[in-house]
């Protein structure tokens, strides 16, 4: 390992901006952990399991999801290097945005292309429950709407750029703006004569609004002044929507509730991921200086070169897990109602398992991240068939 970490270490370029690289493995990493932690399952009487979560028996867990929700890190960590790419790009915009969308697109096709494969299988192979399968599909696309969202921030980069240059961290403000006038129209006193659709005006302003602080950030627009600004009152919104407006504490949706903040997007959302984004910004010279260690720096480039593997396969992961384990009845922490404290240990226990799986997953699924250059037209065109089949079982349509 010492060895590894000196090679990596003798390999990076000295420009390399290494606590944005440690923003973004951090918030990489808060999303499996996130999903592990507080996702769990239940078995039925024909063996099938069913998506639980201990959030539902212990409110009181909800602020680890402040903690594990780091996804306006993740925005904030993107749109600073998009900016950065964007800017030493030589050539036609769309040739950029063409290399920026493959490489999020060939992973999601990959992991749905090899569900498609896996069902059959699995259903008439092994004899796995049909609902269990939708539980396992469902899990599998839980992810992956963050990949469709962020590919069209992505591909709205250029203009996110010239709002920066021409506003500052202010390009941000009207997004903020938006989210807050929807939340007031879905929540408040004139809530029952809103359509139920109007919440989807949010998904796009309320994921953008970290991506644009970045892209503003990238651009050098952003102070140390603004980032406390961005800290304090985040904080201050954050507090307040939750002590006197009443929203939901987890930012992870809990079954049962009538309310959700991330799905789509709540002010709370927001609140949150400015307050996460003005600490990184003030903190980044400290991590930047932190990560020149070797041993540190190392697990960090890591998880960066393997970002879209770990998003879309570690609940492929858990799943690989759970899915044989309900074959021999209820285990606590894998396979049983998520309802008790020895449930949370043993979870905690379990959690080792799931991550090496991630890795022997990853050693093969890796390959989807890198361009197919090698893959002829007739087997691209069948991963789409097998993805597009999937995403139609998965979304219940089948």
């Known amino acids: 390992m010492k060895r590894l970490a000196e090679r990596i270490e003798a390999r990076t370029p000295a420009h390399r901006d290494r606590a944005i690289d440690g923003l973004r493995a951090l918030a990489l990493l808060a999303v499996p952990t996130g999903h592990w932690l507080l996702g769990g399952f239940t078995l039925s009487d024909d063996g099938a399991i069913h998506n639980a979560s201990p959030l539902s028996a212990f409110g009181g867990l909800a602020p680890a999801s402040w903690i594990l929700q780091m996804l306006g890190i993740f925005f904030l960590v993107?749109?600073?290097?998009?900016?950065?790419?964007?800017?030493?790009?030589?050539?036609?915009?769309r040739d950029w945005l063409k290399g920026r969308l493959a490489r999020l697109g060939r992973p999601v096709l990959g992991v749905t292309a090899v569900w498609a494969a896996l069902l059959p299988l699995l259903h008439y192979g092994f004899g796995v429950p049909g609902d269990t399968l939708r539980t396992a599909s469902t899990l599998v696309v839980q992810p992956l709407w963050f990949v469709g969202v962020y590919t069209v921030v992505t591909a709205l980069t250029p203009y996110c750029v010239r709002a920066a240059r021409r506003l500052g961290?202010?390009?941000?403000?009207?997004?903020?703006?938006?989210?807050?006038?929807?939340?007031?129209?879905?929540?408040?006193?004139y809530a029952d004569a809103v359509p139920s659709w109007l919440s989807v005006l949010?998904?796009?302003?309320?994921?953008?609004?970290a991506y644009q602080l970045g892209v503003s950030w990238g651009e050098g627009r952003v102070t140390r002044r603004h980032a406390w600004g961005l800290l304090i009152g985040g904080a201050a919104l954050f507090a307040a929507l939750l002590v006197w407006f009443g929203y939901p504490a987890s930012m992870v949706g809990v079954p049962g509730e009538a309310r959700t903040n991330s799905h789509p997007p709540s002010l709370l959302v927001l609140a949150l991921a400015a307050t996460q984004s003005g600490a990184a910004i003030l903190l980044r010279d400290r991590l930047g200086k932190l990560l020149r260690r070797p041993a540190l720096w190392a697990p960090v480039v890591v998880v960066n070169l393997s970002a879209m593997t770990i998003l879309c396969w570690h609940q492929t992961a858990m799943l690989a897990a759970a899915i044989p384990a309900s074959y021999a009845g209820e285990i606590t922490g894998l396979v049983g109602a998520p309802d008790s404290v020895g449930w949370i240990l043993a979870r905690l226990a379990w959690m080792p398992l799931f991550a090496g799986l991630l890795v022997l997953i990853g050693r093969y699924a890796r390959g989807f991240e890198s361009p197919w250059t090698g893959t002829g037209t007739a087997r691209r065109a069948l991963a789409g068939v097998l993805a597009a089949g999937f995403a139609v079982f998965a979304l219940g349509l089948a």
């Open 78 to 93: 993107g749109g600073y290097a998009s900016v950065l790419s964007f800017r030493r790009h030589e050539g036609p915009v």
């Open 169 to 189: 961290v202010w390009a941000a403000a009207p997004l903020l703006g938006s989210v807050a006038v929807v939340d007031l129209l879905r929540y408040g006193p």
């Open 202 to 209: 949010n998904i796009l302003p309320g994921w953008l609004f």
